[in-house]
């Protein structure tokens, strides 16, 4: 079975503070994404990492940053934390679209359980 | 242009009723896939059920089937025989293109709540 893992269900910070949530997947999958959930909005892209070393970004970037130094584990980090950022982050992963097949199984986003992160 | 759009925020449905979620999209790509996720009050997101553009056939993964209409534009999630486990929300998602294109894109979700 696929596993991603989130370093923290739940997370309180203050204004300003450096903020790291960390993502680890077992499966050798490529592709790993950082999404912030809020009600009403749906799932919004932040970054993206198609290999190690590598980023991409999303739809909102602004005010966030990525590190993927391994290809086990992606990174979000928020440098300077403000209340605006007081979301629900999901990190997802995946293998290359279209080698699903080769794979044996669909090439879908595998999902972990996401960190509720409170900025005070 | 929204994406993907899901006009229904919430549900209510009697158990062991069956369930039709709604999902348009919006795409000038001719090839691209569908998804539809749950995400339970734990917040972790479960693959359900997967349409190519180009699939023939309407996807089925046991009790769950996708009603793909591609002239309408429309990925409706089909529950049959809801249970009270199913009560959650409920994510329709694209991706543009098959290959190099490795986004999603999500609707704004419906809450479906199954009443005993």
């Known amino acids: 079975d696929v596993k991603v893992t989130q370093s923290s269900r739940y997370l309180v910070k203050r204004t300003g503070e450096k903020v790291f949530l960390e993502c680890v997947q077992d499966?050798?999958?490529?592709?790993m994404f950082w999404y912030r959930q809020d009600p009403g909005l749906g799932l919004r892209l932040i970054y993206f990492?198609?290999?190690?070393?590598?980023?991409e970004k999303g739809d909102i970037p602004e005010g966030y940053s990525v590190s993927r130094e391994k290809k086990e584990r992606f990174s979000l980090i928020l440098e300077s934390a403000s209340t605006n950022q007081t979301s629900m982050y999901l990190c997802?992963?995946?293998?290359?679209?279209?080698?699903?097949?080769?794979?044996?199984?669909?090439?879908?986003?595998?999902f972990g359980p996401g960190t509720r992160l409170t900025v005070l | 242009a929204q994406k993907i759009t899901q006009t229904q925020p919430g549900m209510f449905v009697q158990e062991k009723e069956a369930v039709t979620l709604d999902c348009t999209y919006d795409?000038?790509?001719?090839?691209?896939?569908l998804f539809w996720y749950k995400q339970p009050s734990s917040g972790e997101m479960i693959f359900l059920i997967y349409?190519?553009?180009?699939?023939?056939q309407n996807a089925t993964e046991g009790r769950y089937s996708l009603n793909f209409q591609k002239a309408r534009k429309s990925a409706n999630l089909v529950i049959s025989a809801s249970q009270l486990g199913d009560s959650a929300m409920y994510f329709c998602?694209?991706?543009?293109?098959?290959?190099?294109?490795?986004?999603?894109?999500f609707g704004t979700g419906t809450r479906l709540t199954i009443i005993p």
């Open positions: 349409q190519g553009s180009y699939d023939q």
């Open positions: 795409t000038s790509d001719p090839s691209y896939g």
């Open positions: 990492s198609y290999d190690v070393k590598m980023k």
């Open positions: 998602a694209m991706r543009e293109a098959n290959f190099g294109n490795e986004k999603l894109t």
């Open positions: 499966m050798d999958h490529e592709n």
């Open positions: 997802a992963s995946s293998i290359p679209v279209g080698a699903g097949n080769k794979r044996g199984y669909t090439d879908t986003q595998y």
